[in-house]
């Protein structure tokens, strides 16, 4: 599998124009060029995130300083040409959709008054309120979409008296919400593909003044419109190609219009998921297994930490490597329909008791079970496994076609850490420069708090560090053959070494190693991590966060929900790599919040401590089928957390980390039955993998998600009313306070319950 390449040779083999391998070459869709998107007059392009070499920028901007380029691009679609000595490449060049706003509070005459919300990465000092007179006023440059902020008044977190819209901020209070409206101006025409002919695709009309771009893997291809439609030639070098790829974008008045991605073969259209594999990512169904929580395989590791300061619920509970490759062998992930394992850090943490809980209920200091306060970041602890039961356990889920990605962790280490232990200057500064305590700080400081007093932040902008820290994570791919990894805290790690680690992977392994970043905040900064030179993909947490509310909440609508999921399209694009949960080891079960058993206005976290959550109830199973279907239907990979497949119920951290059971109850393996079919449904269907997506929103409470791909339709259907809802348009009935699919060809159309 593994083998090393100078970063040149691989940009070389990007350039599908230039070279032609000798035996059939594998394009990875991370080797396809991420598209730039250039708001207004200004943006940052990095030419070394695709291709050692130069730059030529569309008509109309220019290099201004380092990576930024200035200027208005004349057109909504434009392309720019990377050379370099080996190999070249086209990047898609878009125009972005961000208007000037301005925003207006009103009262708080005299006061001191801050705005920190999504827009300026909730920095109350990043933007500057001024009194006109009438109220505290800001301009603003921003995209179309939601964007939740709060006041600070006096040093003091508010709402805004002046905006009645609100949402839950996860944490048992609210945030108030800004909406941007679109520009205006007609929408873009959705591009339906509509048959191959001697090599020829061939899609339906678009609007005169619709632009269209086309490309073949990293080079700009011709699209010939007529009167009837669109069509793309697929060039004669794509027999060459064991994978290959066509993508065809368009926009219209500041809107994308779709795009399509088009995975080829030996220069034939991929019609059916049997011609892919689990390295083909669009495919992967993801499961996240806390290691310590999962199942006990090797009693003989069982290492409790000895310390009675600590509740049982916050200690070791016996999990292991073995038990995940027991419960591999046993068909558990067969069964489930999952192709991708995604496992918590097993990397060596601590041996004693750290941090505290003292906020209600029982006092408990913690262990490191979860595995993120790394001791090393090489070496697997003990208490999960061995190096040899690690390396058994990856030969196995290969074998039976698994990818498995590690939780990594580099922002920070734990104090005993023997690099910080050696090089305590390494690590950022425990107190700000106005002499505060520099922990949970998440955006003010964000690349330099501490997440606790024991867990000091590695300063990875120093160059020493990031080589110290990018070579341990190189590890784990070229030692034992990890498949990718999910980087703990993605938000708090500088771009550098994001950038210092995806180089040294790809030259470390000819296969696509999938990375998949954390980062809380406003779609634009999780943005920033995607891409070409950086991380495949992260966790949709906008999209998590609305769907979480949408599916749980009695009576709620679909429009915040709506507004997401047509953000998601417009920053990630119709064919991204995003993550999609179900669930989360940071927040409440979704079970216990759709059963009513725990509130958004209270503290989960305190619930779980000091109450017993109950069993979910018939429709906390209902909705955690709802959760996951929506997953499956819209673009990205469905991560399901794990319990989550049996609607295992509990508060936030820790009663969201019970031990798994695998007795299950009939209702249980119902709704376990349930989530594979949806898995297996998707694992069947192109159109679910590959297809475009349209959204719509025919009442409050009705949502419907349209996937295409060539003659293959797949809609869902969700209704969030207490009364069944029969849409004439769709000749089909979607029952109060549940979900409905329906499959169509052309002349064939199937509908599976």
Known sequence: MKKFLTVL??????????????????????????????????????????????????????????????????????????TGPNSSMDVPFFRGAKRAITLSISGFEGEEVKVKGVFNAWNSDATFLEWNGNAWEAPLVLAPGEYAYKLVV?????????????????????????????GGGAAPVAIDFQFVSEGSLRFSAIPEDQEVLAFFNNRVVDVVRDEDGLSIVIPADAKDWERAWIRLYTARNGQQGGDWLIPLKFGEVVIDTKELDRKDWHTSIMYFAMVDRFFNGNPTNDQPVQDSTVHPRANYQGGDVEGLRQKLADGYFDALHTNTLWISPITQNPENAWGLWNQGGPVSTFSGYHGYWPVSNIKPDHRFASPEELHLFLDDAHAKEQNVLLDYVANHVHELHPVYQKHPNWATNKYTADGRLNTQLWD????????????????????????????????????YDFDGFRHDATKHIPMNFTRLLTEKIRAASDDHVYQIGETYGSDELIASYVGSGKVDAQFNFNLYDAAFEAFTQEGATFDRLRKALESSLTYYGHHHLMGNISGNQDKPRFSSMASGHLSMSEDSKLAGWTREIPEPTERGYRKMAAMHAFNIAVPGIPILYYGDEIALHGGNDPDNRKMMPFDFSPRQQELFDRIAQLNETRS??????????????????????????????????????????????????????????????????????
């Open 9 to 82: 040779s691989i940009s070389a083999a990007l350039a599908a124009c230039e070279v032609q391998p000798s035996a059939p070459f594998r394009m990875q869709a991370s080797d396809l060029a991420s598209p730039h998107v250039h708001h207004g007059t200004k943006s940052d392009f990095v030419c070394l995130d695709y291709l050692s070499g130069e730059c030529e920028f569309p008509a109309g901007i220019d290099l201004f300083f380092g990576p930024t380029v200035t200027g208005t691009l004349e057109h909504e679609l434009n392309v720019a040409h990377l």
């Open 154 to 182: 006096n040093g003091e977190e508010v709402l805004d008296p002046s905006n009645e819209v609100t949402v839950p901020n996860g944490f048992g209070s609210f945030n108030n919400v800004l909406t941007v409206e679109g």
């Open 444 to 479: 003010e400081e964000r690349l330099t708090t501490w997440f606790d007093t024991f867990m000091p932040t590695l300063e990875l902008r120093n160059d020493t560090v990031a080589e110290l820290m990018s070579d341990s994570a190189l590890v784990w791919i070229t030692e």
């Open 684 to 753: 069947q269907l192109m159109a679910l993998n590959y297809g475009s997506t349209t959204v719509f929103q025919p009442e409050p409470h009705l949502l419907i998600i349209v996937r295409k791909y060539m003659q293959q339709e797949v809609r869902f259907f969700f209704n969030n009313s207490n009364e069944d809802r029969y849409l004439e348009e769709w000749e089909i009935t979607v029952p109060a306070d549940g979900i409905t699919q329906s499959l169509s060809f052309k002349q064939n159309v199937s509908r599976p319950k």
